[in-house]
């Protein structure tokens, strides 16, 4: 399957090599591991501020290829989805899933061998199970006060 995200002609080894803050649009962009994790509606417990995932999945997250249907254009669409950036990392890596390439680099730590930019396969992601590929709700189907029955236990 060809990738959806654009990961050629990037420095070698850029995750390794270069500050978040250094790297370029396309590295950046490219950092994504296509899980569609972060596109899982979350539930803030507000008296721990835990954050909890849910099964419930954003209007535009494509349950197959985990990817956004309308990336470009989203916040036309969501205009509460939150762009990822080098400086707001800081403020957003505590709440991103735990394998998410953006918080594990921000925390020092290395990317996981099935990272399409290591495996050079986009769907090593989703053979590893570290995908929401086929076990997503959509939000239209489940209301808001119903998120609370598809919340995920244990870490994501
Ligand atoms: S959780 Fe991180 S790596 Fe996974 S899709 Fe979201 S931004 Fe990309
Ligand atoms: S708008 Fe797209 S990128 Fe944003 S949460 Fe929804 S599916 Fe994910």
Redesign the pocket.
């Given at each position: 399957m060809k990738d959806p995200i654009a990961r050629e002609g990037l420095r070698p080894k850029f995750w390794e090599r270069v500050p978040l803050k250094n790297l370029t649009p396309r590295e950046w962009e490219a950092?994504?591991?296509?899980?569609?994790?972060?596109?899982l509606n979350k539930l803030e417990d507000p008296d721990t501020a835990e954050i909890a995932f849910t099964r419930v999945a954003c209007r535009l997250l494509d349950d197959e290829t985990?990817h956004c249907a309308q990336y470009e254009i989203r916040k036309q669409f969501v205009p509460e989805c939150v762009v990822?950036t080098p400086k707001n990392i800081g403020d957003i890596a505590y709440w991103?899933?735990s394998?998410?390439?953006?918080?594990l680099l921000y925390e020092g730590k290395a990317l996981y061998d099935w990272h399409p930019l290591i495996s050079g396969d986009p769907e090593t992601v989703h053979e590893a199970g570290v995908s929401v590929r086929g076990w997503t709700v959509p939000e239209f189907e489940v209301d808001e006060d119903e998120w609370e029955d598809h919340i995920i236990e244990g870490d994501l």
């Open positions: 950092l994504c591991d296509g899980c569609g994790k972060c596109c985990c990822l991103m899933p394998t998410c390439a953006y918080r």
